[in-house]
């Protein structure tokens, strides 16, 4: 099977809104493609609209949603660690899933991003070596996403890309970085 | 209108009010006024009833009027017209910047590669085969990720590899396989030198900068960002880096340039050489080759790099001249004695980058991205000790004789010579001296050959071997004699090279062999002599650095116990005073590379230094000369 794993983050930054960023790896865990975004920041109308669900709107309808489309390279699965991005699989037909990472302090301890929070509603699936979520909607989104991890070879690392994804988001945005 | 702040229109006008309601009441008398921020001036007017108009407020008057009901037919309501206020939200994408990954990093397909169907290589599941030494499991976790050095700036040649994934993970999954698993620092010292065109790999002696080269280099050839590199190191050490290659990176093929002047040109224009090795005296006689504009090497690694310390030598020259895209330099004491020595070395890496009149903090600041050191007390915790014994031993009587008289009459002659003097002379005193501090040339005494047997005695009774050190051969070849019962073999200058490795081989495997004696020279650097557990600095050198890297061909990676060294030196004896000069110099490195400043501008042995050793006073013509002695 073709592997073309997306792991796609986003981040929140108290002053400057969110950043999305979207790695493409082979099954290797080898870089193909990488997107961020330039910083979101919703205005108070999206605010006053959107309320709790302001983050889902942003994350998984705007940020996700762009990333996803700007890539060249069509992704097998999509793999997030933040449930905001799980809004993403209404508008695209790859699975995606979010991985509850083991060490949530992963990020850089010099950043000032964190991780948006949710309210979607989520299914955790047994059985696996990582303890990965879909959407509860999304009916047959566990049985895809299981196809798919069946391929990943045993060692390959499912939550290391995401330090990959918010170390270049630091880079690209200095900003970011606590001084 | 209430709202209005012009004060003039703020006020009913009598005419105005007249079609407003009135009201008796005093209050109403005056204009209850709109709100303004003008003040305006309130007129009263004459109280008559028939002629007073009252000014009362709007919601006074309202309450009076009759309520108007306007009524309108069904049918019409249809056709009011209702106005909405529209809100846009944004809602166009999120502005993204990206890159495509260029195919070039990929690993160059191994045998057993198969296609992951993207039209690149992928391999099977299959495993790294890791050595378990203990510690396997614990490095197996580690991550090594790649850093961008600090000189990159574009943005994309950035997150290419901040992007890439950790260092193992790369290792894994392109099968390459290592004799033993690498320490997390040398993971980090590949990961160091990975992405940078100029670098330093300062690791003490022992650590392993030849496995970190190797193993970068087969990495940089396998992604393909790397078809030609050039590897110099001193000619003893050529067998050892080939050696070395065929250990860390067996699929590589290594060129030795050597021979005669027809196969050396061969050599140098072959295309199918990814990997050359030449030594520094080789270059010199090939300039003429080395200068053919079309030659260019992808990399260019210097061991032993402390050899071009020396700006004007005819080696820093040409090695200065290689044409090059990358330039590293491997070296244990990238300072031996004084700044320059580094300051020269960055010559080769980047000539103009440092300036000899920097000050310590400006040159500490500029080069911190450009050089790793480590030191084993810091990053091989597990490692055994190395245990100091400073042996202070009195002279024989005869060598005292000896000594004395050749130091007074040698001192009388120096003060005699006036401003003829020079270092030379003191020098050659200094030598003198030292000899005799080792064996008396009248009678072969030594009381430092007296305690080695002694020590010997020991060392091969409990089946251990040991390393002696001296400057001379002569020296060597006396110490051999009465240690015939320990199976002494000898490693120096007049071995000839190509014996040497058999040398090597015997010492380490023969039971009944239990010292080696090697000079300074011969056998101070690249070898790997850890299954000694004792080193004897029958006498010492110039120079701490030499000393430490003398020392630590047995105390290095795979040790297997504490290594005891034990340096000799006549008591109250020119050695002694030699002894603490050395003290200094070892304090000013460790100073330096402590950033803690304050470092003397050169802790060279000056020629007053020199001169002081005898309590002479440095000639007038030569106190100008900035020379260093040493």
Known sequence: MDLKIGFLSVRQHCEHGFFGGYLLLNALARPLEFHCTLPVKPSRAQELLYGPTLNDFVCGEQIAKALVEKAKIKATIIITDVVPILALQSFTSQPVAFLKCEKGARDSAASQLVKPKSNLSTQPLSGLAHSLQVLASESNAEERTREVLSHLREDFDIEEPFQRVVEALLEAHPATKAA | MFHRSDAQNDSFSPKESRNVSRDSSAAARQHILPQTEVPVKVEEWPLDQ??????????????????????????????????????RFQSKAPKTVGMLFPEGFEFAPQADAVDDGAGRNDKTKKQLPVQDDGDAQKRKRRQTRIRPPDDLVKLEDRLYFVLQPPLETLVASANLEFPFAPFPYQYEGIAFLFPREMAILADEMGLGKTMQAISTIRMLLLAQQLRNVLLVCPKPLVTNWVREFGLWAPEIPVTVVEGD???RKFLWERKDAPVRIANYELLMRDQSILDDPELHFDLVVL???QRIKNRNSTTAQIVRSLPRSRSWALTGTPIENTVDDLVNIFEFLSPGYLRSEMNLKAIGKATRDHILRRTKDKVLTEMPPKMFRDEQLELTPSQFDSYRSAEDEGIVQLEDMGEMLTIQHVFELVLRLKQICNFDPATGASCKMEQLEADMEEIAASGKKAIVFSQWVETLESIARPLQRFGPMQYHGRIPSKQRDGVIQQFKEDPSKHVILMSYGAGSVGLNLQFCEYVFLFDRWWNPAVEDQA???????GAKGAVTVTRMMAADTIEQRIHDVLEEKRALFNQLFAETGGVPKS??????????????KTPKPAKSSKDKAA
């Open chain 2, 603 to 616: 802790a060279g042995l000056s020629q007053d230094e020199i001169f002081g050793l005898f309590n002479l």
């Open chain 2, 261 to 263: 002047a027809a196969k």
């Open chain 2, 551 to 557: 020392v630590n061909r047995a105390h290095r990676i």
């Open chain 2, 303 to 305: 061991d032993e790099a």
């Open chain 2, 50 to 87: 028939e002629n007073v108009e009252l000014f009362a407020t709007g919601w006074q008057g309202q309450l009076e009027r009759n309520l108007e009901v306007e009524f309108k037919d069904a049918n019409s309501i249809a056709a009011l017209d209702i106005s909405c206020l529209q809100i």
